[in-house]
């Protein structure tokens, strides 16, 4: 079985299994193997994500750690044509737990080569939490570099899995430059950019295809930062689409907030807005996403579309949701908040319509 880990920017080869970017230009990495997805093949004895081994990449699936990650649940609480995809429904409550699960697998696999300690990670958010869990359950430490004052419920959520938090006197790229100073027998897993944390996430796409009986929505709203949730979903309809399952992608519109909107201001060609301020979203304050050149490439190629929201959107949105009895947090809510401005469209038609929910509101209480 092929597997091929490049530069998508130049098409470096990766040197060593532990490099996590391109020697040769800088640019992230990205994965590709030659695994299919076969309906016949799905393990219906895993309520996970790992049901889907059989499509994903040699190194991840033949040992994987998992917490049960997946099989989120897909509900229609407005019309049976518009889909909520409860990714907040998770081990530790964000969609983030498919990508750990990938990674951290892809790390189990190396230490039948090397010896491996701990991993470092540079978020105080949704992705240290998770990567965080993983490694607990894997028996290995996790490093989480964040900015100094770093506080609230995420940080603590890491603490409280095991996670060892190293407050850098600086900005989020100053805490993410130290976590990738990282030495043997520590190994930096920026899930922004290892490909398997990618390579997780297409298990999404399969999930909600399986779930649609097999048929694609017309379009997916989704938010997007560093924008592994829109690489991972775009992927896994790839593949789906490569396998013979599907016939057409679903659109992907891609959601922001206004205060933050770099993959927006990019796709369209727009002034560079990199503002300063952060927007009630936080989970979405990513000003310099590390894939940007892919996430535009790939979006640009399936059709899909920019959108962004108004902090008071995005209040009224998760207002909204939580009266319909899901809880989620801000940043997952501006992809309902794009959404409902539509809604009307949805709810006088039979066009399906899927809105990604990817954070618990339990953690930002
Ligand atoms: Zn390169």
Redo the contacts with the bound molecule.
Sequence with gaps: MKEEV???????PRGDLTEW???????AYTLEHDNLFSQSKIINSRFNMWRYADALSPSIRENPVTLGEGCTPLINPITPNIHFKLEYVMPTASFKDRGSSAVVSYVRSLMKRKKIRGVVEDSSGNAGASITAYSSFLGIECRVYVPKGSVGHKVKQIEQLGGRVEEVDGSREDAAKKAQEAKDPYLYIGHAWSPYFIEGIKTLAYEVVEQLKWSIPEVIYLPAASGTLLLGVIYGYKTLLNSGVIEKCPKIVAVQQQEVSTIHDTFYGLPSHRSTYSGIADALNVKNPPRLNEIITELRKVGGEVKTVRRSEIIRAARELGLMGMHVEYSAAVAYAAFRKKLEDFIYSDTEAVIILTGSGLKSI
């Design positions: 490049y530069c998508y920017t130049c098409g470096n970017r391109c020697k040769s230009c800088g640019g």
